[in-house]
Nanobody
Framework: QVQLAESGGGLVQAGASLRLSCAAS?????QGWFRQGLGKEREFVAA????????HYADAVKGRFTISRDNAKNTLYLEMNNLNPDDTAVYYC?????????????????????WGQGTQVTVSS
């Protein structure tokens, strides 16, 4: 099973930026992030297929969040800009041995193989 180590997160004011990182012990087919706000269900945020480097973003973060990668380290980064209080959640790195691109509907909590430990992102207004 792929081991995921994530870092980043913290407490920021609205409009600020943060960067999360997720390092995989070995390269999965799909890697990305989900988030879970207090009292809410875990939801998809963003992901990348290492096959063809195809990226996908949830509508709520499109245009504000950007994935980048370090091929040598099997690491993804999530640059989060213009954060708002609705982005407050625990962010979980996630991976799958399956390539879910280009039909990303299949990449969801139930199909994730490995989870990171989670990191808290809090955005104050």
């Amino acid at each position: 099973q792929v081991q995921l180590a994530e870092s980043g997160g913290g407490l920021v004011q609205a409009g600020a930026s943060l960067r999360l990182s997720c390092a995989a012990s070995r390269r999965p087919a799909t890697q990305g992030w989900f988030r879970q706000g207090l009292g809410k269900e875990r939801e998809f945020v963003a992901a990348m297929s290492w096959v063809g480097h195809i990226m996908h973003y949830a509508d709520a973060v499109k245009g504000r969040f950007t994935i980048s990668r370090d091929n040598a380290k099997n690491t993804l980064y999530l640059e989060m800009n213009n954060l708002n209080p609705d982005d407050t959640a625990v962010y979980y790195c996630a991976s799958s041995i399956l390539n879910w691109a280009p039909d990303w509907n299949g990449f969801k909590s139930s199909t994730v193989d490995s989870w990171g430990q989670g990191t808290q992102v809090t955005v104050s207004s």
